[in-house]
């Protein structure tokens, strides 16, 4: 029987056998270096995912921190119509009455009557004073000043004080018409000709001027007490709160409240809930330990996100500062390390002492049940702090992801030396087996020539 090689289609030397040796090398050398890269780079696609949440957890703690959260306030009418109001951040939470007895209004002249827009005002030169208040604006004019001019001219150097229009009346019977800027008792308004400067006015402007409505002062009771101003907005009655009186009815009553913005502080605090549970959710899910493989969490035997987790959820039974814990202000921490809110709870907390939950939270001065205060950090500037050591650039999980790149690397160079070094010897084992291949073909080729002679030889002898 003859004996092939590579070429020859026998089952010995073949192409086969090189390949099925090299397939349980790199079963052996090349396969368990590609699964220690697979769990890596799952890693690296869980860690962008984890990384993601917790940097959302500490922009939520520091959108809680920063200034104006707890500051922010909220104010209310028991009439809009007659009262509006605002309140700026960490103005006093207060509640008052007020009683709108006369709304400020604008001193509002008329001048007599000219039969057109485009009639002179004086027979000759001269100069006019307008008065408004304490201020005075002089204007000279000649026997070819109009009233539209005049108009103009007080616009234009008296705007922010005065403003003139000319209204018709009736046919033949046009009006310069003087409205004070600013509402109050000191904004009356006159006009006289100067002496001395010619005296050409005519009397329509001086004499004949005429009151349309009266500058009088806002009045109004604030907790019963007179008070008097010369605008209807009124800013400097309480720091940081801006009064817009409206409609005046003497011995009305109006309840006014300025109270922190809970809403605006629960839905922070919402936000952060939500966050913090999404994250302690996805930690859960990739640092479960189980005896299967397939529900094994990708980080269950790494030691550096299992501290992550157990730090987080730990923190949230310790902050405070001793001046309570999260329970006690509606922030519970369940079985599973979440986070729940209850906001009947938190607003009986904020409603009675608004400064010391504001303290608790984000740090200030904390006054205990006994009196006594302390100065307390606050509970989410220390969960911000500890989270921050893990989110921020340059902490834990950066160094913890360069870890992982560092090993895909090593990995990589290990796997392309394997393969190297496979390719390589099954290249050197493939040139042996043409070799062997060869020599065989010759063994092949003089076996049969022996063979045909011994049969030549045997079959003369038989003959």
Do not use: C, W
Request: charge should be negative; charged fraction near 30%.
């Amino acid at each position: 029987m003859g004996i092939s090689s590579l070429g020859a289609g026998s089952s010995i030397l073949t192409q086969d056998v090189i390949d099925q040796l090299k397939s349980a090398d790199e079963a052996k050398f090349v396969a368990p270096i590609d699964s220690k890269l697979k769990l890596q780079k799952d890693k690296i696609a869980a860690y962008d995912i984890l990384d993601a949440y917790v940097d959302n957890v500490y922009e939520s703690l520091k959108s809680l921190t920063e200034y104006g959260v707890f500051e922010s306030r909220t104010a209310s009418s028991s009439n809009e119509d007659a009262v509006s109001v605002t309140a700026k951040e960490s103005s006093d939470v207060q509640d008052f009455t007020l009683e709108v007895e006369e709304l400020a209004t604008k001193e509002i002249e008329q001048s007599g009557s000219f039969d057109e827009r485009d009639a002179k005002i004086a027979s000759g030169t001269g100069k006019l004073e307008l008065a408004v208040g304490s201020e005075k604006f002089v204007f000279s004019y000649d026997a070819d000043t109009s009233l539209e001019d005049l108009k103009d001219m007080i616009n234009k150097d008296a705007g922010d004080s005065v403003n003139a229009t000319i209204v018709q009346v009736s046919s033949g019977d046009f009006r310069l018409l003087l409205s004070a800027a600013n509402t109050g008792e000191n904004q009356e308004i006159s006009i006289t000709d100067v002496e001395g400067e010619g005296e050409k006015l005519d009397t329509a402007l001086t004499d004949d001027m005429t009151n349309v409505q009266d500058a009088v002062d806002a009045s109004f009771k604030f907790n019963g007490v007179s008070i008097t101003r010369s605008s209807n907005e009124v800013d400097d009655l309480l720091a940081g709160v801006t009064l817009t009186l409206k409609e005046a009815e003497v011995g009305k009553i109006i309840n006014v409240s300025v109270k922190q913005n809970t809403e605006h502080i629960e839905d922070r605090i919402t936000n952060f809930v939500d966050k913090y549970n999404s994250a302690i959710l996805q930690l859960n899910t990739d640092t479960k330990s189980s005896q299967e493989a397939s529900q094994r969490g990708v980080f269950s035997s790494d030691s550096t996100i299992k501290g992550m987790k157990s730090s987080l959820v730990n923190m949230l039974s310790v902050v405070g500062g001793g001046a309570g814990k999260l329970e006690d202000f509606g922030l519970a921490l369940g079985d599973d390390g979440r986070l729940s809110l209850d906001s009947d709870k938190f607003e009986e907390k904020l409603t009675a002492d608004p400064t010391s939950v504001q303290a608790f939270f984000v740090g200030g001065t904390f006054t205990k049940e006994d009196g006594t205060t302390m100065e307390v950090d606050g509970a989410f500037t220390e969960l911000e702090d500890e989270v921050a050591k893990y989110s921020k650039y340059g902490n834990i999980l950066d160094d913890y992801k360069t870890s992982i790149d560092t090993r895909v690397d090593s990995l990589e160079k290990q796997r392309e030396r394997a393969v190297e070094r496979l390719t390589s010897s099954y290249n050197i084992m493939a040139k042996r087996f043409a070799a062997y291949d060869l020599m065989i073909n010759k063994f092949n080729t003089a076996s049969s020539m022996f063979t045909q002679m011994i049969n030549a030889e045997i079959s003369a002898n038989n003959r």
